[in-house]
Structures are given as C-alpha cells and as structure tokens.
C-alpha cells in the first residue's frame, strides 16, 4: 500500500510540475523573439561544392586497416554535407532532385 502511495505522490507532483512550466510561459517575449530576424546561411555554389568534395576524395590515400582513415573520412563526410547544403539551396534542380 505504501508504494502505490508514493507513486501516485511522485506522478502528482511530476505533473503538477509540468503544468506550471506549461502555463507560466517561461519563454520571454514572444513578440520581441519573433521580431529578431534571423540570420541566413552561408551557401557555397553547387560549383565550388562539387569541386572541393572531388579534391577531397580524390585526395583520399588509405590502409584497408581498421581505423587508419578516420580523420580523411571525417574530411570527406564533411565535404558531402557541405555538397548536399548547396545542392538543397539551389533551386534550380527542381522537387525531381
């Protein structure tokens, strides 16, 4: 009987602590927040991206060994991001892309 006591206690108190912090609307201005504009992105050209992910593979030299090529693989992904962020922005390749 005691535990079921308790766990009733703890969930009442949990979720009278989630209403508060719903209700009180501890998040500022909202107003003051939506006025703020907010700041684009630097986009490379789908151009430059592409040619520096093709220097970065191409510069790709590893051991078939576990574990030798994780700093040239992190290179790479990096460089792959970097080639998807410039492919989303351009609008050109259209929603087939």
């Known amino acids: 009987m005691g535990r079921y006591r308790w766990g009733r206690a703890v969930a009442g108190v949990a979720l009278a602590a989630a209403v508060v912090g719903t209700v009180s609307g501890c998040g500022?201005?909202?107003?003051?927040?939506?006025?703020?504009?907010?700041?684009?992105?630097?986009v490379v050209s789908v151009a430059k991206a592409r040619a520096g992910f093709e220097d970065t593979v191409g510069g790709v030299d590893c051991q078939p060994e576990r574990g030798?090529?994780?700093?040239?693989?992190?290179?790479?992904?990096?460089?792959?991001?970097?080639?998807?962020?410039?492919?989303?922005?351009?609008?050109?390749g259209g929603p087939g892309f």
């Not at 927040?33 to 684009?40: C, F, I």
């Not at 090529?69 to 991001?81: G, L, P, T, Y």
Request: proline residues 8%.
């Open 28 to 42: 500022g201005d909202a107003k003051a927040d939506a006025a703020k504009p907010k700041p684009k992105p630097k």
């Open 68 to 92: 030798a090529c994780w700093e040239q693989m992190q290179d790479v992904m990096k460089s792959a991001r970097t080639l998807r962020k410039a492919m989303n922005a351009d609008k050109r």
